[in-house]
Nanobody, 126 residues
Framework: QVPLVESGGDSVQAGGSLRLSCEPS????????MGWFRQGPGKEREGVAV???????RYADSVQGRFTISKDNGRNTLSLQMNSLKIEDTAMYYC????????????????????WGQGTQVTVSS
């Protein structure tokens, strides 16, 4: 069973907004970090935004100021508000969680995360 389930992906025009959501399946674990990652066509998976259990956030430079990550600690659910979307934001977006501490310098590195969802597609057109 997939540990995490994403939703909210859609096709939008450039400049538009989307909100992605991620919730855990029945699997229960303590997440130190949760985050959003994306993989565009022909590209490697990259970190977009992450949030630590203490609320500390980190964003990729490419989305800073446009995307906002938030988490409901009680429900262990995660959201990503994406505004001012650009064509280059087109990608499959994945939710991920880590059950151990990650150094902040590596918190956007996909290999640091153990649990993944199956992804939700975001397509931005002109």
């Amino acid at each position: 069973q997939v540990p995490l389930v994403e939703s909210g992906g859609d096709s939008v025009q450039a400049g538009g907004s989307l909100r992605l959501s991620c919730e855990p399946s029945t699997y229960s674990y303590r997440s130190y970090f949760m985050g959003w990652f994306r993989q565009g066509p022909g590209k490697e998976r990259e970190g977009v935004a992450v949030i630590a259990s203490d609320g500390t956030t980190r964003y990729a430079d490419s989305v800073q100021g446009r995307f906002t990550i938030s988490k409901d600690n009680g429900r262990n659910t995660l959201s990503l508000q994406m505004n001012s979307l650009k064509i280059e934001d087109t990608a499959m977006y994945y939710c991920a969680a880590a059950d151990r501490y990650i150094m902040l310098g590596r918190c956007l590195v996909p290999t640091e995360y153990k649990y993944w969802g199956q992804g939700t597609q975001v397509t931005v057109s002109s």
